[in-house]
């Protein structure tokens, strides 16, 4: 039956993470159009990467501000994203702005819906390092957007509770579980059941896959980690190199001259190191399954790996997936090259050791987390008190 006065939802979201998790979102909520009007603001704080993730989950945003330009920092990327969005919400001027996690398009966009008394819901609340330096700018930008939001969508109890040590309203709280794990079964799905996509993927990693090698996957690529930690990092990948040559080690190298010039220098030239080009989403989840484990320093991967069932190395001090760590399946390892080739070497000679990582529950839930978000707002929204 057909809802006369449709409730109007904004999803809002600029890089490519932010993409892959709120993809859920909008295919669910596009799904019950009879109810919801459902349109998707994009800022392209990372173009072309963006574009790869909507594409692959057939997303055509209503609105794209396209901020993305050379030699922006975040002093132009805050104004300009400021600005932009005025013409959008007074355009469509919604019920609710959804964003997500802890990016500068999150906590502008959530500002900007403050401007205009637009309640705010707020998806992958709840992450906290307490030191609003690291990382930098992520753990500002979600405590300013978990100030201001109405509702907030935690992936676990633990982000939950730490809301609730910062006076949140328990009723505006609610545990979902992580949307990537939603994404990540349907790209699995997506790449399981379509062949030429498979063949796509697996050209485009350019790397021959075998069961007689196994893959250590690596990510590094956070402003935090530039400089001498990422040269560090570096060498202890020399060193597992040299020390296990019957493994490969796969670095999709991100295209920031602040990584890529110093991981060429340092890694090019190795013979089981192969420096790739960066991945597109459903390259990277099909690279991730087939890896024996992965060295990081994204959140993301953090909370997906564990649902493939692969240990995770971070390559931080800190991290805000708290979660992850008190239930073992990550462990962090910091940027020395010592502590981070002692933890690989493990994994690598001590099988029961590895089993016993790899088989842990993923604490991120069980892939239906966009349900219970849109189970919730509908409910809210019957309810009158949205």
Not at 54 to 78: K, S
Not at 164 to 179: F, P, R
Not at 334 to 340: A, F, L, M, Q, V
Request: with cysteine; charged share 25%.
């Amino acid at each position: 039956m057909e809802v006369v006065n449709r409730k109007k939802i904004l999803l809002v979201f600029g890089t490519r993470p932010e993409a892959i998790k709120m993809a859920p979102l909008v295919k669910l909520f596009q799904k019950e159009s009879h109810y919801f009007d459902t349109r998707v603001c994009v800022t392209a704080q990372h173009r072309e990467m963006l574009d790869q993730v909507l594409d692959l989950f057939e997303i055509t945003p209503e609105y794209d501000l396209d901020l993305m330009r050379d030699g922006q920092n975040l002093y132009d990327l805050t104004a300009t994203l400021l600005l932009g969005m005025k013409p959008i919400l007074e355009d469509f001027y919604p019920d609710l702005v959804l964003v997500h996690g802890d990016t500068t398009t999150t906590a502008v966009a959530s500002l900007a819906a403050f401007y205009m008394q637009i309640k705010v819901g707020h998806v992958e609340a709840g992450l906290r390092t307490g030191d609003i330096y690291s990382p930098w700018p992520e753990e500002a930008n979600r405590s300013i957007t978990g100030v201001l939001a109405a509702y907030h969508f935690t992936p676990t109890e633990a982000t939950k509770n730490n809301l609730l040590a910062e006076n949140k309203d328990a009723k505006n709280i609610i545990v979902t579980g992580n949307t990537v794990i939603d994404a990540l079964h349907m790209t699995l799905k997506k790449i399981e059941s379509e062949s030429a996509l498979q063949e796509r993927v697996q050209k485009e990693i350019g790397y021959k896959i075998t069961n007689s090698r196994k893959i250590v996957l690596v990510t590094c690529h956070r402003r935090e980690n530039h400089g001498e930690k990422l040269r560090e990092i570096c060498k202890a990948l020399q060193y597992i190199a040299e020390k296990n040559p019957s493994i490969d080690i796969l670095y999709p190298v991100h295209l920031n001259p602040n990584v890529e010039k110093p991981v060429r220098e340092l890694l090019s030239g190795i013979d089981n190191i192969y420096l790739l080009k960066p991945l597109e989403y459903e390259a990277f989840i099909y690279l991730s399954a087939q890896s024996y484990f992965i060295l990081t320093d994204s959140g993301g991967i953090q909370e997906e790996a564990p649902s493939l069932g692969k240990p995770v190395l971070v390559m931080r001090e800190v991290t805000e997936r708290e979660e992850a760590l008190d239930s073992g399946t990550i462990k962090l390892v910091g940027t020395e090259k010592r502590s981070i080739a002692q933890a690989s070497q493990k994994l690598l000679d001590d099988p029961l050791y590895y089993k016993k990582i790899a088989a842990i529950k993923n604490p991120y839930g069980s892939g239906d987390a966009s349900q219970k978000i849109v189970d919730f707002i509908k409910e809210t929204f019957e309810t009158e008190t949205l």
